[in-house]
């Protein structure tokens, strides 16, 4: 089981830009992939973007398109999340969690991570 560690939140400006970080260890699938998900208070958990464990295939939520990229490095063990041009809607607590390819749903995905948050003012 794969064990993960979100870490790059803070107070940003809207407009501004942040990096998170998911630090992996443990054993990871290439039948999986490794999703970013936020969850604003009040609201469910809703996903933001994934990236296969190998290969390159990644999908993202309409909300973030041209805004976020999520990116994977082997030799680190670790998955990034660009995010530029936030907006004050972006601010929620982000989570990293591993699930099935394709799968858009939080009800999929494990080893959820403890969340780091991001707060975006205007």
């Known amino acids: 089981q794969v064990q993960l560690v979100e870490s790059g939140g803070g107070l940003v400006q809207a407009g501004g830009s942040l990096r998170l970080s998911c630090a992996a260890s443990g054993r990871t699938s290439s039948r999986y992939v490794l999703g970013w998900f936020r969850q604003a208070p009040g609201k469910e958990r809703e996903f933001v973007a994934a990236?296969?464990?190998?290969?390159?295939?990644?999908y993202d939520a309409d909300s973030v398109k041209g805004r976020f990229t999520i990116s994977r490095d082997n030799a680190k063990n670790t998955v990034y999340l660009q995010m530029n041009n936030l907006k004050p809607e972006d601010t929620a607590v982000y989570y990293c969690a591993e699930g099935p390819y394709g799968s858009r749903w939080a009800a999929d995905f494990g080893s959820w991570g403890q969340g780091t948050q991001v707060t975006v003012s205007s």
């Open positions: 990236i296969r464990w190998t290969g390159y295939s990644t």
